[in-house]
């Protein structure tokens, strides 16, 4: 049974993905619903990104706008969810930051087989956000599976994340990691 409603949500999500895709013409990120918005890329390439935003009535509320980060290689795609289970990353994270990389459960799973090598636009995302800090993600991600513990303390010593500025914060960034070779397991 639980296989069959595994199915059937994921037909139903490409169901959702196609009809908006369809409906829309392009996607565009603010017509897209607040739930597949993070990880998701517009039709002119940039991603999109989960904000909050204060409604008429002063109630926080989530809403879904266009960065102006680019992407290299991908455009009108919207992350599936077995992508967004094997990576560890959240849909309903406000903002993307390289903070995520410090933590030693995030940065096994975003270097796992499943994640690393069938989920190219976020490994993509990391890619970038781990190369301005400094550090090289495939480099990470081997020395996350020989000695996690020794990752995280180069990491950390690389000045990663500490002085880092907001994300996003410079204007017109092109962001297109070089087709990576996934390390071998």
Same mark, same amino acid.
């Given at each position: 049974?639980?296989?069959?409603?595994?199915? @059937?949500?994921?037909? /139903?999500?490409?169901?959702? *993905?196609?009809? =908006?895709?369809?409906?829309?013409?392009?996607?565009? %990120?603010? &017509?897209?619903?607040?739930?597949?918005?993070?990880?998701?890329?517009?039709?002119?390439?940039?991603?999109?990104?989960?904000?909050?935003?204060?409604?008429?009535?002063?109630?926080?509320?989530?809403?879904?706008?266009?960065?102006?980060?680019?992407?290299?290689?991908?455009?009108?795609?919207?992350?599936?969810?077995?992508?967004?289970?094997?990576?560890?990353?959240?849909?309903?994270?406000?903002?993307?930051? @390289?903070?995520?990389? /410090?933590?030693?459960?995030? *940065?096994?799973? =975003?270097?796992?087989?499943?994640?690393?090598?069938? %989920?190219? &636009?976020?490994?993509?995302?990391?890619?970038?956000?781990?190369?301005?800090?400094?550090?090289?993600?495939?480099?990470?991600?081997?020395?996350?599976?020989?000695?996690?513990?020794?990752?995280?303390?180069?990491?950390?010593?690389?000045?990663?994340?500490?002085?880092?500025?907001?994300?996003?914060?410079?204007?017109?960034?092109?962001?297109?990691?070089?087709?990576?070779?996934?390390?071998?397991?």
């Amino acid at each position: 049974m639980a296989s069959f409603m595994k199915h @059937s949500s994921m037909i /139903l999500f490409f169901a959702c *993905t196609l009809f =908006l895709q369809g409906a829309l013409g392009e996607i565009t %990120c603010e &017509n897209l619903p607040t739930n597949v918005c993070s990880f998701s890329i517009s039709s002119s390439a940039k991603r999109c990104l989960l904000e909050n935003s204060a409604n008429e009535v002063g109630k926080m509320e989530y809403q879904c706008k266009t960065s102006e980060v680019m992407v290299g290689n991908i455009r009108e795609y919207i992350e599936t969810d077995e992508c967004v289970n094997a990576c560890g990353v959240d849909r309903n994270s406000v903002g993307i930051s @390289s903070d995520a990389l /410090l933590e030693p459960l995030f *940065t096994a799973k =975003l270097c796992s087989r499943p994640c690393y090598q069938n %989920c190219p &636009n976020i490994v993509d995302l990391y890619f970038n956000l781990a190369a301005g800090e400094g550090v090289y993600l495939p480099d990470l991600c081997n020395k996350q599976r020989t000695s996690p513990h020794r990752a995280m303390i180069e990491l950390l010593s690389s000045g990663a994340a500490a002085d880092a500025p907001a994300p996003f914060a410079s204007q017109d960034i092109v962001v297109g990691a070089p087709d990576i070779a996934p390390a071998s397991f």
